[in-house]
C-alpha cells in the first residue's frame, strides 16, 4: 500500500526553465512533509519540508506547495539548473513521529537539458 | 564534521546466508534509521534506534533486525537471505530524530543476494 506516490517516474525540463515535481497522499495522517534529492552513489539529502499548517514555504530556487485538500503537494524549481539533475523523493510523516520515521514515495528522476 | 558512514558499500552474498551492515551516525547524533531501497518501491523503513532502543519498527519480517551500541553506532542483521533482499540500505541519523533536526543519509549498502 502506497500511501506517499509520484506517479511521474521521470521529468525533463530545460535549463532555465521551471521544473514541477508533483507527489499524492493517501494517509490523512500525515502533517509534514519533506523533499529529498539523490544523486547516484550517494544517500539522499534534505532540499526543502513544509507543515500541515502552511501551504507554501521557500527556500530560494525551492518552493513547496501543500494543498491539503487534495492530498497533493509539488516541488517547484525555478529556474532550473544542471545541477538540479538527480531523483527526488517525497516523504511523509505522521503527527507521532519527527525525521526518524519517513514514508516514501517512489522518486522522480529529473534530468535537465543543457 | 564527519558524515554518515556506512560499511560495507557493496556486498554479495548467496540465498540462506546472514548479512550484518554497519552504519556510524554523525558525532552526537542519538537517533539511526534504517531504510530499504527497491527499484519501484522507493525507500522503505526498517526500524529506528534511539540510545540503544529500538524506538520505531516498520513492516519487515523478523529476518531484519538491529541494534545500536553506546556510541550509537548500529547494525542491521538480515538472516536466511532472499534473493528479494537486493536492495540498497541506507541509513539516517539525527540527533533526536525530531522534525527541528535534518536526517543526514549515509551512502548506503549495495547488497546483491544470489
Known amino acids: 500500500d502506497q500511501q506517499v506516490k509520484q506517479n511521474s517516474p521521470s521529468l525533463s525540463v530545460q535549463e532555465g526553465r521551471i521544473s514541477i515535481l508533483n507527489c499524492d497522499y493517501t494517509?490523512?495522517?500525515?502533517?509534514?512533509f519533506l523533499w529529498y534529492k539523490k544523486y547516484p552513489a550517494e544517500g539522499p539529502t534534505f532540499l526543502i519540508s513544509?507543515?500541515?499548517?502552511?501551504d507554501k514555504n521557500e527556500d530560494g530556487r525551492f518552493t513547496v506547495f501543500l494543498n491539503k485538500s487534495a492530498k497533493h503537494l509539488s516541488l517547484h524549481i525555478v529556474p532550473s539548473q544542471p545541477g538540479d539533475s538527480a531523483v527526488y523523493f517525497c516523504?511523509?510523516?505522521?503527527?507521532?513521529?519527527?525525521?526518524?520515521?519517513?514514508?516514501f514515495g517512489t522518486g522522480t528522476r529529473l534530468t535537465i537539458i543543457p | 564534521k564527519a558524515g554518515v558512514t556506512q560499511t560495507p558499500r557493496y556486498l554479495i552474498k548467496t540465498r540462506g546466508q546472514q548479512v550484518t551492515l554497519s552504519c556510524s551516525p554523525i558525532s552526537g547524533h542519538r537517533s539511526v534509521s534504517w531504510y530499504q531501497q527497491t527499484p519501484g518501491q522507493g525507500l522503505q523503513f526498517l526500524f529506528e534506534y534511539f540510545s540503544e532502543t529500538q524506538r520505531n519498527k516498520g513492516n519487515f519480517p523478523g529476518r531484519f533486525s538491529g541494534r545500536q551500541f553506546s556510541n550509537s553506532r548500529s547494525e542491521m542483521n538480515v538472516s536466511t537471505l532472499e534473493l528479494g533482499d537486493s536492495a540498497l540500505y541506507l541509513c539516517?541519523?539525527?540527533?533526536?530524530?525530531?522534525?527541528?533536526?535534518?536526517?543526514?543519509f549515509g551512502q548506503g549498502t549495495r547488497l546483491t543476494v544470489v
Open positions: 513544509i507543515s500541515s499548517i502552511k
Open positions: 539516517a541519523s539525527s540527533l533526536e530524530g525530531d522534525r527541528g533536526n535534518e536526517a543526514f
Open positions: 516523504a511523509a510523516t505522521t503527527p507521532n513521529f519527527g525525521n526518524e520515521k519517513l514514508t
Open positions: 494517509n490523512s495522517m500525515f502533517d509534514y
